[in-house]
């Protein structure tokens, strides 16, 4: 199931709060449901993926941008380690891969780029729209942050705001969901701020947590729901389809 948030139109904060250049116009929408919006024709959308392992969230992304699912194109990839099968995913299909932080150690020790270079490289020579972090486990430098505002995604392997923060990732967070005793988890996708896992929820997803279950079984339950709703929520990025209520709390909208 998906979770969304608020319906009610009335908390909208006006269309200059949003990032994107031109709103979607309201259609009718049954009572009790959410509104649904007739898009606008907007240009392809330019994705930055940031990973850090097999980038699996990446990959999921990217075949939704070749399939048309996603109104958009992977123009670069940022990682924190140039070996990982994300990049090598990400070099296999031509996309171009930046290295954030410098390395510190290891073959690649020395390359990397500075918060400026990635911020520079990201917004003029690559001219990226949106940032999707999908599996990349350094915190975020404030200067991206400033540089994309409300256009920074992630996805988290549990449901927010409970399991998360510094060192909840992988298979971490779903050792503890098991540990709880909750009978629930499920993945998120949240904008990003300059904490770990603090940002505006935008969706979720559940699914159940059974009692004999490993945190292996109940990653790969949870990661089936990443690949679904991760890139339902950057279609929606793409096209314009989120609205910001007055109190901060993005809205995903369904469109025709």
């Known amino acids: 199931m998906l979770l969304l948030g608020s319906s009610e139109t009335s908390l909208l904060s006006s269309p200059s709060t949003s990032t994107t250049s031109s709103r979607p116009s309201l259609a009718t929408a049954a009572h009790g449901s959410l509104p649904e919006y007739k898009l606008e024709a907007k240009p392809p959308a330019k994705l930055a993926c940031f990973v850090s392992g097999g980038g699996s969230n990446f990959k999921a992304i990217h075949a939704a941008c070749l399939d048309g699912r996603i109104n958009g194109s992977v123009v670069a990839v940022v990682t924190d380690v140039p070996g990982c099968g994300g990049a090598a995913y990400a070099q296999q299909h031509g996309i171009p891969v930046l290295t954030y932080p410098v390395v510190k150690k290891g073959e690649h ?41 409300r256009a920074m995604l992630n996805i988290h392997p549990g449901l927010l705001p409970s399991f998360g923060g510094k060192g909840y ?48 079984q109940l990653a790969a ?17 793409c096209d314009g389809r989120i609205g910001w209520r007055e109190d901060g709390i993005p809205i995903l909208w369904e469109g025709k």
């Not at 629930?184 to 896992?197: I, L, M, N, Q, R």
């Not at 339950?221 to 990025?237: F, G, I, T």
Request: overall charge neutral; hydrophobic content about 40%.
């Open 169 to 216: 990732y992988g298979e971490r967070v779903h050792k503890a969901v098991i540990a709880s005793g909750a009978r629930f988890s499920g993945p998120t996708v949240h904008f990003v701020d300059a904490e770990y896992d603090t940002g505006p929820i935008l969706a979720q997803r559940v699914v159940p947590v059974f009692p004999t279950d490993s945190p292996k």
């Open 221 to 237: 339950r949870v990661l089936k729901e990443e690949h679904q709703v991760y890139p339902h929520c950057v279609a929606a990025l």
């Open 109 to 149: 020790v020395g390359q990397g780029l500075s918060p400026a270079q990635l911020v520079d490289g990201l917004k003029n020579t690559y001219k990226a729209d949106y940032v999707l972090l999908a599996g990349y486990l350094k915190l975020i430098p404030v200067e991206l942050c400033r540089a994309f505002p």
